[in-house]
T-cell receptor, first 113, second 115 residues
Framework: DAGITQSPRHKVTETGTPVTLRCHQT?????MYWYRQDPGHGLRLIHY???????DKGEVSDGYSVSRSKTEDFLLTLESATSSQTSVYFC????????????FGPGTRLLVL | AQKITQTQPGMFVQEKEAVTLDCTYD???????LFWYKQPSSGEMIFLIY??????QNATEGRYSLNFQKARKSANLVISASQLGDSAMYFC????????????FGTGTKLQVIP
């Protein structure tokens, strides 16, 4: 199994508070991704990174920011959490070659009250 | 724009029988990859199989095979000899490899295996 961890695994927060989710990999993979999973929508890409300090937006990036200061860590921040951001968040990594398989972390369940 | 369509929200299959999960895709890119993932009720995403757009042979991984029909833009997953542990959500996904990777997922098919 690919070495990907996410923290926290579960979080309950209140509307308007900032939240940071962490993805950590031990595979030295170049690409890292943040997705959210909601019923009826499958997985939707929030942001991705193609290297240290190199990030780009996905299809549902509004309200989210990311940072990658080290190869192994990719942080997702909800600047001011809203109830619509209640979701399951998955981090994924893929290898050094474009088009390689993505491997997923265990997910973080976030509830915004 | 990329799009993945899974038209079967739910399916049932008898244990030990084969089942086909449908996936159609749309992209203008010439180079792309197609994936299938399994998500059991425990929530993790498990990689099953990969097919590259230039691969001439259909991918196989144990009981999983990918029926790739490029002209029809379909990438159906075939599970042979279904087992109770195959009950799960199955997602089809596409990645394009022109420059930075862009990934699109379908909405999934829930498969239930009946004893």
């Amino acid at each position: 199994d690919a070495g990907i961890t996410q923290s926290p695994r579960h979080k309950v927060t209140e509307t308007g508070t900032p939240v940071t989710l962490r993805c950590h990999q031990t595979e030295n993979h170049r690409y890292m991704y943040w997705y959210r999973q909601d019923p009826g929508h499958g997985l939707r890409l929030i942001h991705y990174s193609y290297g240290v300090k190199d990030t780009d937006k996905g299809e549902v990036s509004d309200g989210y920011s990311v940072s990658r200061s080290k190869t192994e860590d990719f942080l997702l921040t909800l600047e001011s959490a809203t109830s619509s951001q209640t979701s399951v968040y998955f981090c994924a990594i893929s290898g050094r070659q474009a088009g390689e398989t993505q491997y997923f972390g265990p997910g973080t369940r976030l509830l915004v009250l | 724009a990329q799009k993945i369509t899974q038209t079967q929200p739910g399916m049932f299959v008898q244990e030990k029988e084969a089942v086909t999960l449908d996936c159609t895709y749309d992209t203008s890119d010439q180079s792309y990859g197609l994936f299938w993932y399994k998500q059991p009720s425990s929530g993790e995403m498990i990689f099953l199989i990969y097919q590259g757009s230039y691969d001439e042979q259909n991918a196989t991984e144990g009981r999983y095979s990918l029926n790739f029909q490029k002209a029809r833009k379909s990438a159906n997953l075939v599970i042979s000899a279904s087992q109770l542990g195959d009950s799960a959500m199955y997602f089809c996904a596409m990645i394009t490899s022109g420059g930075y990777q862009k990934v699109t997922f379908g909405t999934g098919t829930k498969l239930q295996v009946i004893p």
